[in-house]
């Protein structure tokens, strides 16, 4: 039995993706699981990391405050309606324990890959 295997060119373009990262500070319930809440914004559509800053915590008697940097992809939007977008993403998460929130626009900086 003989097998033979063409090689198959095809047409490719690199195209460099457009990663940006954003700090937000969180108001979160101390009863709040901090892993679940990471786990939901990291299933935003165009969110791909999100890290907590460390030693930026503070704790209060009813809730903690994290800073959280937030890498996404906006995939064919700007970047400031994407935010927008972020916003009212996590506004939706207040029954998971972010009681406010603060995306803080000035620390809005693209990655370079």
Not at 41 to 61: D, L
């Amino acid at each position: 039995m003989r097998i033979k295997i063409r090689k198959k060119t095809s047409l490719c373009e690199e195209i460099k993706p457009k990663i940006y990262e954003v700090t937000c500070r969180l108001k979160i319930k101390k009863e709040a699981n901090r892993e679940a809440l990471k786990n939901d914004i990291r299933a935003i559509t165009g969110v791909t990391i999100v890290t907590s800053v460390s030693g930026s915590e503070h704790k209060t008697e009813m809730h903690s405050y994290q800073n959280m940097k937030i890498k996404f992809q906006p995939y064919q939007m700007d970047p400031a309606d994407f935010l927008q977008r972020l916003a009212e993403s996590l506004r939706k998460l207040s029954p998971r324990g972010v009681a406010s929130f603060d995306i803080m626009h000035k620390t809005l900086k693209r990655i370079e890959l």
